[in-house]
């Protein structure tokens, strides 16, 4: 495979301006930021910060920060009920706001995350993706990217990982500005929250299993791959 060819604004613009950005966006949206979790506190309780492991660039994992939109009920036997029953009418104004997205800003602060870039995914989805879809781990993942201004949720995977992938070939300063632009658009508009018929998104392999693409043993064994993967990411930071 050919090496992709990295510019001037990859290469040494791009980071300092998410530094610059995300710090800016911190101060002036302080209000809002304090506001929301406040919010979360009162309709959901505790704890405010919803942490997850995601692969960044080069799929090194890190935690991701997001405001919580779901609650913590769990079924008789200690078990997490499904998402949609989790998610609360409060949590849906969060997340087509988009609000549940703000602390994302201090993964950008620190270098985890970029402004603009593929979604940091799941691992569990990371696992089953193609090693060229997998390309979309060359860079730093991103708050929004093109996926995101071209349908969210409400495109298929093959879909959203290919506008990934045409992202991380053609990464320029203007680009990155449109998508911002289609961003702001979007949210205002409220479009692509969630794919037909389903609250929350489908994970990856899921997906590939619902429609035949791999085989039950096949989803099992890259399951197992994710838990060794989660565990010694774990290990290490404790």
Known sequence: MQKRKVGIYEKCIKRCLDFLLSLL??????PVILITALLVKIKLGGPVLFCQIRPGKNGKLFRMYKFRSMTNEMDAEGKLLPDEVRL??????????????????FNILKG???IVGPRPQLV??????TPEQNRRHEVRQGLTGLAQVKGRNSITWEEK???DIEYV?????WNDVKIILGTVKSVFAKEGIS???????????DYLLRMGKISKNDYDERNIEVRKMLENYMKRKY
């Open 124 to 129: 569990r989805d990371m696992v089953f993706m």
């Open 169 to 173: 070939n053609h990464i320029s300063f």
């Open 112 to 114: 985890d995350m970029s």
């Open 88 to 105: 609360t009418s409060f949590g849906k104004k969060l997340r087509a706001t988009s609000l549940d997205e703000l602390p994302e800003l």
């Open 195 to 205: 794919a037909e018929g389903m609250e929350t998104a489908e994970d990856f392999g």
């Open 161 to 163: 990982l290919a506008y």
């Open 25 to 30: 966006a911190i101060i002036i949206l302080s």
